[in-house]
């Protein structure tokens, strides 16, 4: 079954670097989010991105933040000047169609941050 | 602003008992997801409701949307312990292409 890959498992930062959190989503999908989950707490949207641009973004999701597709399969997040604060599990995830079209959105395993 | 409330927060069953988690919307529900998350790692989609009173099922995990799409509940039957984890509701809001999710109950499955 396909499956959102993630790179990397496991990332380590010293705080104010920047960091590139890699997702490959499932290949005919067309919708493609980034999601975190502070531990302990819920799982949150960031962003969404549909046909090379951003949909949608939460309030979390400030200049600090960015995404692109840069070629065909990948889809990264980069976060600029990391802070303790954005230690998290970020969770990329991709659907065939739009979620209020109720097309589910299939996750990947995430990527841990830590900001040392 | 719209929540979802899971309960129970965590749920300890021996082997073989049958188990419900609840989720309960402060307000009607667009759509409505189930996902399940092994400790330090991914969602995994388990079902997707829609319509007011639709039931699905797969394997031994049956999902229901009550009548007024508020409240959603999954029963596990005869439980193992690959059942174990965390169960996830999410929601879309209207016209908005992402989900939130409730709090997550843990459920841990004693052999």
């Known amino acids: 079954e396909p499956e959102v890959t993630q790179t990397p498992s496991h990332q380590v930062t010293q705080m104010g670097q920047e960091v590139i959190l890699r997702c490959v989503p499932i290949?005919?999908?067309?919708?493609f989010y980034w999601y975190r989950q502070i531990l302990g707490q819920k799982v949150e949207f960031l962003v969404s991105?549909?046909?090379?641009?951003?949909?949608?973004k939460s309030e979390i999701f400030d200049d600090q933040f960015s995404v692109e597709r840069p070629d065909g399969s990948n889809f990264t997040l980069k976060i600029r000047s990391t802070k303790l604060e954005d230690s998290a599990m970020y969770f990329c995830a991709s659907s065939w169609g739009q979620t209020y079209s109720n097309q589910p959105q299939h996750f990947g395993d995430g990527t841990r941050l830590s900001i040392l | 602003s719209q929540e979802l409330e899971q309960s129970p927060q965590s749920l300890i069953v021996q082997e073989g008992k049958n188990l419900t988690i609840n989720c309960t919307s402060s307000k009607t529900l667009y759509g409505l997801y189930w996902y399940k998350q092994k400790y330090g790692e991914g969602l995994i989609f388990l079902m997707m409701?829609?319509?007011?009173?639709e039931e699905k099922s797969h394997e031994k995990i049956t999902a229901k949307l009550d009548e007024k799409k508020q409240q959603s509940s999954l029963h596990i039957t005869a439980s193992q312990p690959s059942h174990a984890g965390i169960y996830l509701c999410g929601a879309d809001r209207t016209g908005a292409n992402n989900l939130f999710f409730g709090t997550g109950t843990r459920l841990t499955v004693i052999p």
């Open positions: 991105f549909y046909n090379n641009e951003i949909s949608e």
């Open positions: 409701l829609q319509k007011g009173g």
């Open positions: 290949s005919n999908h067309l919708y």
